[in-house]
């Protein structure tokens, strides 16, 4: 089966303002790109919350679609719709063989979710995921320990940094703001 690859996301909070960024590569295997400007971050929930994904994009659509049914049945409540999807996640057998990360924001919350169960807040206030996410993470990081620039202008420049070193990743990106 060819493997579609290619993600890299970027949050970062900061002074109450949380910034998702996502890149709009998509790549099949090793050497095609097929896709140029992918949309891997978007607002859900009335736009009261963003989500960026990376992994097998039909499997990030459908918890997306999933985590969107939680927030409406806990009225909005970030963590419980997140831990309840971790949960469904882990425990579903069809579900246990979806490939794909996901981190979620709202105005207080900034949340990881992965397929094995975890629901995480970041410490720093940084998270990233996908291919190029370690070189996002580290760019993130040495920007909020060394600058005052905005959570958004963190992530745009983090997601920047990640083009410029992962094959994986493109410079479209896309930051939505909550």
Not at 109 to 134: K, R, Y
Request: hydrophobic share 45%.
């Amino acid at each position: 089966m060819t493997e579609f690859r290619g993600t890299t996301i970027c949050a970062v909070k900061r002074d109450g303002v949380t910034a998702i960024a996502g890149d709009g590569q998509v790549t099949l295997g090793e050497n095609v790109i097929m896709k140029n400007t992918a949309r891997k971050v978007r607002r859900i929930y009335n736009d009261s919350v963003v989500i960026g994904f990376a992994g097998t994009v039909s499997d990030a659509f459908a918890l997306s679609e999933k985590f969107e049914a939680n927030l409406t049945q806990y009225s909005g409540n970030l963590q419980k719709a997140a831990v309840e999807l971790a949960q469904g996640w882990r425990l579903n057998r069809e579900a246990r063989n979806l490939e794909a990360l996901m981190i979620v924001a709202d105005k207080q919350d900034l949340l990881l979710i992965s397929g094995t169960g975890e629901v995480i807040a970041p410490d720093e206030g940084v998270l990233a995921i996908g291919s190029g996410g370690n070189y996002a993470l580290a760019a993130a990081r040495a920007l909020m320990e060394n600058t005052d620039l905005s959570a958004e202008e963190i992530a745009g420049k983090a997601l920047h940094i990640a083009a410029s070193i992962c094959v994986y990743t493109n410079d479209h990106i896309i930051v939505e703001v909550v």
